[in-house]
């Protein structure tokens, strides 16, 4: 069983969703693939573990790192959960590429080389936006494309983290906006 709440961020508002075992998702209102992991048997009731992650939230939202984790459940693909767990490894104010996660990726299946689009692909299918850093990946170019929030809310994500934004652009046209 997973159930919902709501949170309302500075950016926009969130529906989280959560069962026995950890987070399951956090949707900005309107993004892509909203709510896509949601089950069709869920409840709307405030839970422990949802006051735990607002707390998480309203730290991150203060302008400040949170110095606690919150339990997860991914659901997706072993290869999506692959790269969810890399990104939970970028750093707070920090960037990595597609390509960067590719070849970790890679590495740690004994490849010689994965491809940067499949891992753009799961990236924009984590449903855990914020927690779950989507917003911290960026093109090899420095260009910040392929959040599902929107190309607006990855800018001010990564300006609330006070990452330096001088060496990236947002790309006039693209698949990935």
Not at 11 to 34: M, N, P, S, V
Not at 96 to 115: C, D, V, W
Not at 134 to 159: D, F
């Amino acid at each position: 069983m997973q159930y919902t709440a709501r949170y309302h961020s500075p950016i926009g508002d969130i529906l989280l969703a959560a069962d026995d075992i950890g987070l399951t998702g956090l949707w900005f209102e309107g993004q892509k693939y909203f709510a896509l992991s949601l089950d069709t048997e869920r409840e709307e009731r405030e839970i422990p573990l949802f006051e735990r992650i607002k707390s998480w939230l309203d730290i991150y939202f203060s302008g400040k790192e949170p110095e606690f984790a919150v339990p997860l459940h991914f659901i997706g693909t072993e290869f999506q959960k692959d790269v969810w767990k890399i990104l939970c490894s970028i750093p707070y104010g920090q960037t990595m590429t597609y390509g960067g996660i590719a070849k970790q990726i890679a590495a740690e299946r004994g490849l010689p080389r994965m491809s940067a689009q499949a891992v753009g692909g799961a990236v924009g299918h984590n449903g855990i936006s914020i927690i779950v850093p989507c917003h911290r990946v960026v093109g090899t170019n420095g260009s910040l494309t392929g959040y599902a929030g929107g190309i607006e809310k990855k800018v001010k994500l990564l300006t609330l983290e006070k990452t330096d934004m001088q060496r990236f652009f947002i790309p006039k046209k693209g698949t990935a906006l």
